[in-house]
């Protein structure tokens, strides 16, 4: 062998491993300084030469809201079927809004930094995390907006609102997070991921309750029906949130909810921390060719 | 006697042409054609770093050092094989590695320092020298997007070369910058390695290799084909028989 010219001992170093970050999501939570500076630089880079810059955030979910409200409402009547009908949509729109905008964004974050990427050495898993980050940054806002408006209406929340509340928003988050994990890696390998996220999204849109009431699908789907609309997270989250906000503020005996929701909330937030562990071992599988695959 | 860099028995393998839909697979698959062409960019390469040399990696356009440089980061994972490190990694796989057009200089440098491995308190403390050494000091808040490549190129060395770490890899980005950055970038790299950290550094200037490494590995075709004194790898590549094709007489000036 060669002699090491120059060689020192550094006990200090620790042992020999290999090089990169495999630690996945924990490895984000320890990296959250840098977390927060892909974050920032993910707003400033959106809103870069945008001349209304973040209100964006806040102009397009209320034209999506007005139009719903003007086409449903007014136009099909909705109105009068269902008490209070928009607080019954806002609830819902919002965390439909924050999937569908997860599911864009966080699906295009790995190969939108692809220099990042392909050249240097940061924890992957710091893509899809810092695009749910970013969304939640947009969401907050929105929330307020409910939470205000909810109370002008004359919001009396029971302990149950505050309950559904939280798990409504939990099993956003962790659905999301498992959704931007699992679909950002397959999107480097697949282009077809484009095409099936467009079409996730639509769905979406329609198999929750938030252009129609509950009622309408518990009148007509009958007990299968319901327990298999029941399955979508997405589904079960704008519940929740509606009975954390909507219910609450209108006179009550005229708001029909499923029954047993917080149960069927808990037992699907458990569902969804077991999809985050899923999508953390696709994306660890796959990670390992996102450098010379883009 | 501590190992800082382990390469044990490593092969690449390359997929050159992507089937990326499902589709292009399917139909690839049923004519019994291999799914995806591959390219074997590193073939068995075998060797150990101690902590504290300084390593010249060497070899033609193509050979695989900056697949190797790659592995060593851990940026790429290897097929077959092993790659083991100690500490913590800095250093330039490519100029500018990292920025972002868009963000100023000043968030590039937080960003980049960041990324490696740097908390906010210690790019806090480095800063003002991160500035000087890059010599960026007016344009620090305008986006890199509009830096002049020799600006683009100091300033990420100078983050790189900045940031603590117990192994620094360099791969070729020397050749642009101009004569006084150059000489500037060497002095510094000269200081990293007497501090004690490994160096492994990619160049086809003979003479830098000379002056800054104490062993040469060479890659031929992605295999190992010399691992020794820094002269004799010269020798092996036959570097020294041809006057002209060699920037010896710029890296003379070092
Ligand atoms: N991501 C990649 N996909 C396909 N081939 C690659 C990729 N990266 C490198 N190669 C190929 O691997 C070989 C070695 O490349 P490289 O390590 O960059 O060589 P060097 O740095 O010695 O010039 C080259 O033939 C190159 O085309
Ligand atoms: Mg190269």
Known sequence: MTPAVGAVDRPDLGPLRPPGDTTGLFGVLKRRYLLKLLVQKELKVRYQASLLGLAWSYIKPLVRFSMYFFVLGVLLNLRDSIPLFALHIFSAMIMVTFFTDTLNAGTKSVVKNKSLVRKMNVPREMFPVASVTVTTYHA???LVILLIATVLLGWSPDPTAFVAAVLGISIMLTISLAVALAFSALNVTYRDVGNFVETIGMMVLWSAPQLYPWEFVADRLGPVGEQIYLANPVAMAVLLNQRAFWV???????TVMPDNLLMHGGIMLVCCLGLVGVAQLIFARLEHGFAEKM | MAESVVVNHVSKTFTL??????????????RSERVNPTFLALDDVTFTVQQGEAIGLMGLNGSGKSTLLKLISGVLRPDKGEVLTRGRIA?????????????SGRENIYLNAAILGMSEAEVNQKFDEIVAFAGINK??????????????????????????????IIDEVLAVGDPPFKKKCMARIREVRDEGRT?????????QVRKLCTRAIVLEEGRLSFDGAVADAVHHL?????????EDGEGGEI
Do not use: C, W
């Not at chain 2, 042409?17 to 049923?30: D, E, G, P």
């Not at chain 2, 250093?91 to 963000?103: D, K, V």
């Not at chain 2, 600006?151 to 060395?157: D, Q, V």
């Open chain 2, 91 to 103: 250093g330039l796989i490519e100029l500018g590695a990292g920025f972002h057009p868009q963000l």
């Open chain 1, 140 to 142: 907050g806002p929105q």
């Open chain 2, 139 to 168: 344009f620090l808040d305008s986006p890199v997007g509009r830096y002049s490549s020799g600006m683009f190129a100091r300033l990420g060395f100078s983050v790189a070369a900045m940031a603590d770490s117990d192994i620094f």
């Open chain 2, 17 to 30: 042409q992507n089937a990326r839909t499902l589709k292009q697979r399917f139909v690839r698959r049923s």
């Open chain 1, 248 to 254: 609450p503020a209108v006179d009550s005996g005229e």
């Open chain 2, 238 to 246: 036959r570097y020294d028989e041809d006057p002209s094709g060699d």
């Open chain 2, 199 to 207: 160096i492994v550094y990619v160049s086809h200037n003979t003479t």
